[in-house]
Every structure is written in structure tokens, then in C-alpha cells.
């Protein structure tokens, strides 16, 4: 740095602190005198950000909760619905090929409320297995959707890796959205 002509070292000084350099001054000293003289956030601020950022967290986590809810309740679907999962549940069963995939697929239909009449569809679709486009066809609704692709990663955990793209298969052919994909993938894949 040279001093100006005519001016003492202290003018100089004076001139940078004041905002008026030099052109020959960089970037990066007028940034650091920048944050020399920056004002000092109020602790209130500082206080009201953090409580913002976790109220913040808390309705995102309430979301995915809301998006994504810890348990699937099939006795909330018509018969007619639940016959359609059942019949879908049959058709992730059998597209990994896996022997023991069955088991753990009732396991899931019971736990989730399914009744007699969709257990004996299930046993049925798996003794005879209806099409993929008739299956698929079953399902109207988007919680069908989502149900069918939880039954598909639930068992993908016996069936192996045909059934896990299988499940990605459903997913992206019932363009379900990334957040549940995600969510249902974070709860059931193993």
C-alpha cells in the first residue's frame, strides 16, 4: 500500500475507516473492514431466531408426520379397497420369488387391521396372482398408492433385491411423490 501524496499515514487511516479508500484497496480488506464496523445483533433478535428455527422444526416434523403416519390403518378403506390391497399385497409377495416373503406380508396386513375377508383375498391372489395391470388397476385412491408401495418394501425385506426395484417400480408408476417415497423408505425398507 503507498501513501497518498501529501496526506500523513494518520489521514490515510482516517480515509479508509471512514469508507472513502482507495481504489487500489482489494476486495478482501474492504470486507474485513466491513465486519469490523458491522452493528451487533440484539440479543432479542438472536433470541427470536432460535425460537423461530425450532418452531420451524416442529411443524416440519409435524408435516412428515401428517405426509407420512406411523401406522396404516386398513380398516379405514372400503371392502372393496381392502380386497384390492390384499390382491396387490399377493403380487409384491410373489415379484421377488422368495419363499418366506409371504410371512412377514400377513404379518403386516393383520398388524394394520386387515379383517378375515382380506386375509382369504391375499391367500387367494397368491394361489392364483392376478395380472400387474389388474392390480395395479385396484387401486383408485392415492392412500391405495401409498399402502401398495409400504406392502411392496415390506416384502422386499424377504424377497430380495427383484423385489426392492419392484417397489421402485410402483413408485415411480404410481408417481408418488419423492417426500413419501422417502418417508416410507426411512420407515420399511430394511
Given at each position: 500500500?503507498r501513501?497518498?501524496?501529501?496526506?500523513g499515514?494518520?489521514?490515510?487511516?482516517?480515509?479508509?475507516?471512514a469508507?472513502?479508500?482507495d481504489?487500489?484497496?482489494?476486495?478482501?480488506?474492504?470486507?474485513a473492514?466491513d465486519?469490523?464496523?458491522?452493528?451487533?445483533?440484539?440479543?432479542?433478535?438472536?433470541i427470536?431466531?432460535?425460537?423461530?428455527q425450532k418452531v420451524?422444526?416442529?411443524?416440519?416434523?409435524?408435516?412428515?408426520?401428517t405426509?407420512?403416519?406411523?401406522?396404516?390403518?386398513?380398516?379405514?378403506?372400503?371392502?372393496?379397497?381392502?380386497?384390492?390391497?390384499?390382491?396387490?399385497a399377493?403380487?409384491?409377495?410373489?415379484?421377488?420369488?422368495?419363499?418366506?416373503?409371504?410371512?412377514?406380508v400377513?404379518?403386516?396386513?393383520?398388524?394394520?387391521?386387515?379383517d378375515?375377508?382380506?386375509?382369504?383375498?391375499f391367500?387367494?391372489?397368491?394361489?392364483?396372482?392376478?395380472p400387474l395391470?389388474?392390480?395395479?388397476?385396484?387401486?383408485t385412491?392415492?392412500?391405495?398408492?401409498?399402502?401398495?408401495?409400504?406392502?411392496?418394501?415390506?416384502a422386499?425385506?424377504?424377497?430380495?433385491?427383484?423385489?426392492?426395484?419392484?417397489?421402485?417400480y410402483?413408485?415411480?408408476?404410481?408417481?408418488?411423490?419423492s417426500?413419501?417415497?422417502?418417508?416410507?423408505?426411512?420407515?420399511?425398507?430394511?
Amino acid at each position: 500500500m503507498r501513501r497518498r501524496s501529501g496526506t500523513g499515514w494518520k489521514g490515510w487511516a482516517l480515509e479508509r475507516v471512514a469508507g472513502r479508500q482507495d481504489q487500489r484497496t482489494t476486495a478482501g480488506e474492504r470486507e474485513a473492514i466491513d465486519r469490523r464496523h458491522r452493528d451487533i445483533a440484539p440479543g432479542r433478535r438472536q433470541i427470536l431466531d432460535a425460537v423461530g428455527q425450532k418452531v420451524l422444526h416442529g411443524f416440519l416434523q409435524n408435516r412428515h408426520q401428517t405426509l407420512m403416519p406411523l401406522s396404516v390403518n386398513l380398516a379405514s378403506l372400503a371392502g372393496v379397497e381392502r380386497v384390492a390391497v390384499a390382491r396387490f399385497a399377493a403380487v409384491a409377495v410373489l415379484a421377488g420369488g422368495a419363499a418366506g416373503a409371504p410371512r412377514p406380508v400377513r404379518a403386516w396386513l393383520t398388524a394394520s387391521g386387515a379383517d378375515e375377508e382380506t386375509l382369504a383375498a391375499f391367500e387367494e391372489a397368491l394361489r392364483t396372482p392376478p395380472p400387474l395391470t389388474v392390480a395395479l388397476a385396484g387401486l383408485t385412491t392415492p392412500e391405495m398408492d401409498l399402502i401398495a408401495f409400504i406392502l411392496c418394501l415390506v416384502a422386499a425385506r424377504e424377497a430380495g433385491p427383484a423385489a426392492s426395484a419392484f417397489a421402485d417400480y410402483v413408485a415411480a408408476a404410481r408417481a408418488l411423490p419423492s417426500t413419501l417415497v422417502r418417508a416410507a423408505e426411512r420407515r420399511y425398507r430394511v
